[in-house]
Nanobody
Framework: QVQLVESGGGLVQAGGSLRLSCAAS????????MDWYRQAPGKQREFIAT???????NYADSVKGRFTISRDNAKNTVYLQMMSLKPEDTAVYYC???????????????????WGQGTLVTVSS
């Protein structure tokens, strides 16, 4: 079955940048909304950013102005460009998406809701 696969995490110094990617593991019809969340040690998972199928985006205040979410519908991929990273950005980052497997799913507003496996971002001071 289809999965969301993340990549791009790693270790970076404060002030640096990373670009995370999340893509469907196989061909699907389309993806509606795609989102990014993160979970820091000892904390609950928190919302970071979302992007609709039409390209409208929204961000958490903690990352607004520093992170940019984007998508490539042809590749069924969502990206998170992270700039000016801070130690407090250290967390496991998860992508989330509502996948339409067929056109019929789009018409009927049915989707497969999936989470990526998570990718660790560590920002050193």
């Amino acid at each position: 079955q289809v999965q969301l696969v993340e990549s791009g995490g790693g270790l970076v110094q404060a002030g640096g940048s990373l670009r995370l990617s999340c893509a469907a593991s196989r061909s699907i019809f389309s993806i509606n909304t795609m989102d990014w969340y993160r979970q820091a040690p000892g904390k609950q998972r928190e919302f970071i950013a979302t992007i609709t199928s039409g390209g409208s985006s929204n961000y958490a205040d903690s990352v607004k102005g520093r992170f940019t979410i984007s998508r490539d519908n042809a590749k069924n991929t969502v990206y998170l460009q992270m700039m000016s990273l801070k130690p407090e950005d250290t967390a496991v980052y998860y992508c989330h998406g509502r996948l339409h497997m067929t056109y019929a799913d789009v018409v009927n507003n049915r989707y497969l809701e999936l989470w990526g496996q998570g990718t660790l971002v560590t920002v050193s001071s």
